[in-house]
């Protein structure tokens, strides 16, 4: 797990970089997208499913982007599609693509929709956090 | 007084367009231009942003004048749209003259070089294939594709390649190069090493965008984007599952 997460770290500073991040803001952003990876793992380690995992960790990296955002002053988003990008279910998309060239339509269709769940738990994490982060800001 | 309000609509129509083309939210853009236009004084200001164009309207001095701004490139640069956000809520205390001055200078930051992105690619994509399960000897190999791919997608993109063949183009070379890879001995997990590289192709800013557009209610914006999410995890796929299915076609060993 400790070697999957320095890859994950390694990787958000490559993303950071291509989307033109600098400085503080690109260490930031990349610790955020490691603490995003390490709550996935940790809740699968507690033999929870893999998408109630996407979600727990999709709420707790766009919990600490939203609070990150309004210390630095800085856009959301300078966290958030960073911090996302571990998360994105790529390997989903790549085993269902194997399965269907594989001919193998049952277990593609099993695959592609288990990685459609990851992708809306993924989507409802982020929208729950960030609605509620709007609904705090509007009462203060 | 009508020349001033001529050139405050403008810039601040070409800061929504910088921000836009900088991957910025719609409810930003739109925040940020009716906020310059009303710290420069005009009475009223609105303006409706879609994916593809900005359309504002200022009222000053009972008059009303509009422009509207179509958009063609769509890229990411946070780092602009940090600087305009920024310089955007400075505005009240800066001249408009100063205003346009600085602006004009954000738009030709350059960004990272083209060495360093294509090393940060190299980067993401070796980081991704140790987080899939990737070994040692695989993580040179994602070095290779990922500073490939790079350098490959940003060539496409400056000479204007349809965007959704230009990334299962990308998507077929790396699953070329990883298959190469393994043939040769060279990675022995080739999943890890497939999936991590195409990592750097898979839709993050679209669906971020899609989520918060979405949710600020710019219902268009949201639908759109999640379409194109949609399209480009298509188009990500279906370039190694093209390569795939005509290596085995054609003979070659097993790859599973």
């Known amino acids: 797990m400790v070697i999957k997460l320095i890859?994950?770290?390694?990787?958000?500073?490559?993303?950071?970089?291509?989307?033109?991040?600098?400085?503080?803001?690109?260490?930031?952003?990349?610790?955020?997208?490691?603490?995003?990876?390490?709550i996935y793992e940790l809740v699968l380690l507690g033999q929870a499913g893999e998408i109630l995992a996407?979600?727990?960790?999709?709420?707790?990296?766009?919990f600490v982007?939203?609070?990150?955002?309004?210390?630095?002053?800085?856009?959301?988003?300078?966290?958030?599609?960073?911090?996302?990008?571990?998360?994105?279910?790529?390997?989903?998309?790549?085993?269902?693509?194997?399965?269907?060239?594989?001919g193998n339509t049952m277990s593609a269709l099993e695959i592609g929709i288990h990685t459609l769940g990851?992708?809306?738990?993924?989507?409802?994490?982020?929208?729950?956090?960030?609605?509620?982060?709007?609904?705090?800001?509007?009462?203060? | 007084?009508?020349?001033?309000?001529?050139?405050?609509?403008?810039?601040?129509?070409?800061?929504?367009?910088l921000l836009l083309e900088s991957g910025a939210e719609i409810y930003r853009v739109e925040d940020t231009i009716c906020r310059i236009c009303l710290n420069y004084g005009a009475q009223e200001a609105s303006s409706i942003v879609l994916p593809t164009g900005i359309f504002v309207t200022v009222v000053a001095d009972g008059r009303s004048v509009s422009k509207i701004v179509r958009i063609?490139?769509?890229?990411?640069?946070i780092d602009r749209i940090d600087r305009i956000n920024t310089l955007s809520r400075q505005s009240t205390a800066l001249p408009l003259n100063d205003f346009i001055a600085q602006l004009r200078r954000l738009a030709h930051r350059p960004p990272y070089s083209k060495v360093s992105r294509m090393a940060a690619g190299a980067l993401g994509a070796g980081g991704?294939?140790?987080?899939?399960?990737?070994?040692?000897?695989?993580?040179?190999?994602?070095?290779?594709?990922g500073g490939?791919?790079?350098?490959?997608?940003?060539?496409?993109?400056?000479?204007?390649?349809?965007?959704?063949?230009?990334?299962?183009?990308c998507s077929a070379l790396t699953a070329l190069l990883a298959i190469g890879f393994n043939q040769i001995g060279a990675a022995p997990s080739l999943d890890a090493l497939i999936i991590g590289c195409l990592m750097l192709l898979v839709p993050g800013l679209a669906i971020t965008n899609a989520i918060r557009d979405s949710l600020s209610g710019d219902l268009i914006s949201g639908m759109t984007r999640g379409v194109e999410a949609v399209l480009i995890a298509i188009a990500v796929a279906l370039g190694p599952g093209l390569v795939m299915s005509l290596w085995m076609m054609l003979g070659g060993n097993p790859l599973w």
Do not use: W
């Open chain 2, 148 to 169: 490939l791919i790079e350098g490959c997608s940003s060539f496409l993109e400056q000479h204007q390649f349809p965007s959704f063949f230009a990334i299962s183009l």
């Open chain 2, 72 to 77: 063609k490139s769509r890229g990411l640069d």
């Open chain 1, 118 to 140: 990851c992708a809306g738990a993924l989507a409802l994490g982020i929208a729950l956090t960030s609605a509620f982060f709007s609904l705090s800001m509007k009462k203060s």
């Open chain 2, 1 to 17: 007084m009508n020349n001033d309000f001529d050139q405050l609509l403008q810039n601040a129509a070409y800061a929504g367009q």
């Open chain 2, 128 to 145: 991704f294939t140790l987080f899939f399960g990737g070994q040692l000897p695989d993580l040179g190999c994602a070095f290779v594709i």
């Open chain 1, 7 to 38: 890859g994950a770290f390694l990787a958000e500073i490559g993303f950071g970089v291509l989307f033109n991040i600098h400085g503080k803001k690109l260490l930031a952003a990349a610790l955020t997208g490691t603490l995003g990876s390490l």
């Open chain 1, 54 to 62: 996407m979600f727990l960790a999709a709420c707790g990296l766009c």
């Open chain 1, 65 to 102: 982007s939203e609070v990150l955002a309004r210390l630095m002053k800085t856009p959301v988003t300078t966290f958030l599609i960073c911090a996302l990008i571990p998360l994105v279910p790529g390997g989903g998309m790549y085993y269902t693509m194997l399965a269907i060239i594989q």
